[in-house]
């Protein structure tokens, strides 16, 4: 397990929480918009940090942290993490971890051992879009039944076994379209959060083709999926 990042304080990563943020690098997808690119592709550029490192800093913040954002890369191609996530339960921290979704086996063990509190998993788009918008289209490792199936098994663990969770989309102008969301409205059916997230250009990331959508626009992608979800909202836009 090679752990690529720590920001030391964030209210935004783990919603009412005053946490922590750790970063793992690498990933399986290569989404084009993807705000730590460099950490996907070179975490070696990055500083790194023990397992021991990371619980000494936590044990010093005592009283001052009440939660742990893990977020990446995808944490969940460590088949370890469980080395980190045992150790910071025991501790008292309440876990958020964000995942693309990939993994399914690898949520159902957390959810089994009760060590995360919070799942974020990111829906890219709608069945047809999928891998053009997850930077992997023509050259995924698996059949469409089988990644299609991974994210299906995904969506319904958390759905029916996680404490708590929330769906969320990365709205990028150039890549989504109603049609998406039309999807989603019926892959996420029942879910408890979903939420909008609006394109926001890195400082290195102004020459890509992309755009953020308008308040609008966002609002006619919330009314096509709100009546599937309990909970449904905006981020990322005044």
């Known amino acids: ?26 990933c399986n997808l290569r989404c084009p918009f993807c705000h730590n690119m460099e950490l996907v ?12 490192q990371i619980l000494d800093f936590l044990k010093e913040r005592k009283g001052k942290l009440n939660g742990v954002a893990i977020t990446g890369g995808e944490p969940l191609l460590n088949k370890d ?12 921290y309440p876990i958020k971890l964000d995942t693309n979704g ?4 690898m949520i159902e063990k957390l959810i089994d051992d009760k060590l995360v509190d919070r799942f974020a998993m990111d829906i890219k788009a709608g069945w047809k879009n999928y891998l ?3 930077g992997i289209d023509g050259r995924s490792k698996f059949s469409e039944s ?29 890549l989504h379209s109603d049609e ?12 408890k959060n979903y939420f909008l997230q609006n394109y926001k250009a890195a400082p290195d990331m102004k020459d890509l083709p992309f755009k953020p959508f308008s308040r609008e626009e ?9 009546d599937s979800v309990q909970n449904i909202d905006i981020r990322g836009v005044d």
């Open 1 to 26: 397990m090679i752990i690529s990042g720590l920001q030391k304080v964030t209210l935004l990563d783990y919603p009412g929480h005053i946490a922590c943020t750790i970063f793992f690098g690498n």
């Open 41 to 52: 592709l070179h975490p070696e550029h990055f500083p790194t940090f023990s397992v021991d």
């Open 81 to 92: 993490i469980e080395d980190l996530l045992i150790p910071i339960k025991e501790l008292g």
């Open 102 to 105: 990939f993994f399914p086996e």
């Open 132 to 134: 053009k918008v997850a």
């Open 146 to 174: 089988d990644w299609q199936g991974k994210i299906k098994k995904s969506i319904s663990l958390l759905i029916n076994r996680a404490n708590d969770y929330e769906f969320r989309t990365t709205c990028v102008k150039g």
């Open 180 to 191: 998406d969301f039309n999807d989603i409205k019926d892959m996420i059916r029942g879910a």
């Open 218 to 226: 966002l609002e006619c992608f919330k009314d096509i999926v709100k």
